[in-house]
């Protein structure tokens, strides 16, 4: 071996390692995840398709508490429309009549179990945001301006 060759050598060779993976024609395709500036090692097979399933699970857990929220949203305003319903028969309610305060109280027991069931929901709906969020923390630390290579992500994609 010449001397003075072995530094150069050992890069060359790491650079070869490296693209190894690649196909004799195939050019390196830089991909990342996030808005900042990619940086660090190229994510690997595994850790590409890791990333990119927590990003799908992400994507559709989020879809899915939007439309959650959008529910929740109606069921409020349906809650407090029946109130205000409520209070305008209370101002109009036969008190002498047993029937009519019967069933009032009983359409406002029924409003009270309603809100019952929907402050449940509701703290189980926060729960799932802040479970949502720190997936995404996750995946912020994890993958997030991580460069990796298009090729390998159309891999996974395929299936492969």
């Keep these: 071996m010449i001397t003075g060759m072995k530094p150069v050598l050992i890069p060359f060779c790491a650079a070869l390692v490296a693209f190894g993976t690649q196909a004799a024609g195939d ?3 830089l991909g990342s995840f996030g808005p900042g500036k990619p940086s660090g090692p190229l994510l690997t097979r595994t850790e590409l398709r890791d ?3 927590r990003l799908d ?7 899915a508490l939007a439309q959650e929220r959008e529910r929740i949203e109606r069921d409020k305003a349906d809650l ?3 109130g205000d319903d409520l209070k305008a028969q209370l101002e109009t309610l036969d008190r002498t ?3 009519a305060v019967e069933a009032f109280k009983a359409r406002a027991s029924a409003r009270e179990q309603a809100i019952d069931g929907f402050e449940k929901r ?3 709906f926060n729960g799932d945001i802040e479970a949502l969020g720190g997936e995404r923390k996750q995946f912020a630390q994890r993958c997030e301006n991580r ?3 298009e090729l390998d992500e159309t891999a996974i994609r395929a299936g492969k």
Excluded: G, M, P, Q
């Design 97 to 99: 009549n047993a029937e």
């Design 27 to 29: 050019k390196l395709k």
């Design 57 to 63: 699970r992400i994507r559709s857990r989020n879809d």
């Design 51 to 53: 990333c990119l399933e």
């Design 147 to 149: 460069r990796f290579d």
């Design 80 to 82: 407090l429309k029946l």
């Design 122 to 124: 509701t703290v189980a």
